[in-house]
Structures are given as C-alpha cells and as structure tokens.
C-alpha cells in the first residue's frame, strides 16, 4: 500500500496562470479531503468527497478553487488565475469511510509557490 | 475561524523531558484526534480518542478529554530528538458527515 499519492510535490507559477494539483487515494477509501496549511492558518479545510460525490466545499474560496473526482482512484484541486497568497501546502487525505471516528490517511502534500 | 485550536504555539524541551500540548474546541463532538507532522510530511495520526472516554493512552503518549471544558490534552514522556513535530488536534463537530476540523498547531523542538 502506496499510501495518499500527491503529485507534484512542489509547483511554482507566475501570477495568474493556473495550478492543478493531483491526488491518488488510498485504493477502497471512500472519503476523499482537500486541505490547505499556512504558518498563519494552520490546516484549513477546503472540501471533501464521499465515494466520488462531493459533500461539503465549505472552505474553498468561491472564486478560482475548484475540485472534482472522476473516479474513485484520483482527485484534483485547480486554482485558476492563481495569486500570491494562494502560495500554500495542498495537502489530500483519504479515509475508508466518513465520521470523525475515522483515521485519515495524508499524502505529502503539493507546495505551491506563486510568483 | 478554526474549530479547534492548539496551545502553545510553540515549545521546546530536552530529550528526556515530558511535555504537554493542549487543545480546546469549540463544539460538540463524536471523537477527537491528535495528529503529528513532521518536517516533509503530511500528519500522521496519533491518537483518537471518543466523546465517552476520558483518557487513551499509545505508548508514550497520553490524551486526555474533557468534554465539560471543551478541552483535550497530549502528554508525552521520556521525549525523543525524533518527537520534534508539529502537532494538531482534530474534531469532528458532531456529525458523521462533517470533514475533521484542524487548529494552527503547536510546534514542539526536542533538543539533545
């Protein structure tokens, strides 16, 4: 078992290009989380999904972020015109079922640095 | 604003030294969890404890909840070198369906 795989592990982009960032869950998880950590923040949620569906986006910012999951074995997170202080650690979590009695299992995350 | 948050922002110990980070909530909640990060990675959890217990302990560590106060803790003894992390506590906002809330972290330096 692999584990979370998020690719790439760093990406720089000028200001107003776009990012997307790719996410493989661990294989059987049923839930699927974006989040994104600053020093200043800490660990923001951003959105997640449950076997495919979306379920609660919450946390992304309602312009520029989206998210989808086309099928069970990826996710990905883009950010259109991408501004300096999108610059973060994108990190994906996977869990096999939803509930906060549930381990979630991180990938390495994406560090994004925008120009 | 954040769910759950951590305190101190910072430590920093000896090997050997025991320390404790603190975490309060601010609503009702099914489990909470203790997550660590170490430089690179993303967090690995470390403990889950439920609303109906109090303590639960894994190996070195001990957390403890209090869910009158809203509050948990994370001991840990006999620190390493390899227990510099950064370390979150997670809560579920009383629903199955919520995604885990995570504070701002406390960072912890263990030096030789």
């Known amino acids: 078992n692999a584990g979370v795989i998020q690719t790439p592990r760093h990406k720089v982009t000028g200001k107003g290009q776009e990012a997307t960032l790719w996410c493989e869950p661990i294989s059987g998880h049923s839930a699927v989380f974006w989040y994104r950590q600053t020093i200043v923040q800490g660990l923001e949620f951003l959105t997640y999904?449950?076997?495919?569906?979306?379920?609660?986006d919450s946390g992304m910012p309602k312009e520029r972020f989206s998210a989808q999951m086309p099928n069970q074995s990826h996710s990905t997170l883009k950010i259109q015109s991408t501004q300096p202080q999108d610059s973060a650690v994108y990190l994906c979590a996977s869990s096999p079922r939803l509930g906060g009695q549930n381990t979630l299992y991180f990938g390495a995350g994406t560090r994004l640095s925008v120009l | 604003s954040q769910l759950a948050e951590e305190n101190p922002w910072a430590l920093s110990v000896h090997e050997g030294e025991s320390v404790t980070v603190n975490c309060s909530y601010k609503t009702s909640i099914t489990a909470l969890q203790w997550y660590r990060q170490k430089s690179g990675e993303g967090p690995a959890q470390l403990i889950l404890i439920r609303s109906n217990e109090r303590e639960k302990r894994n190996g070195r560590l001990r957390a403890t909840l209090d869910t009158s106060s809203q509050s948990s803790s994370l001991s840990i003894t006999a620190t390493r070198c390899e227990d510099t992390a950064v370390y979150f506590c997670a809560t579920d906002g009383g629903g199955n369906n919520n995604a885990p809330r995570f504070g701002a972290g406390t960072k912890l330096s263990v030096k030789p």
């Open positions: 999904f449950r076997n495919q569906a979306p379920i609660d």
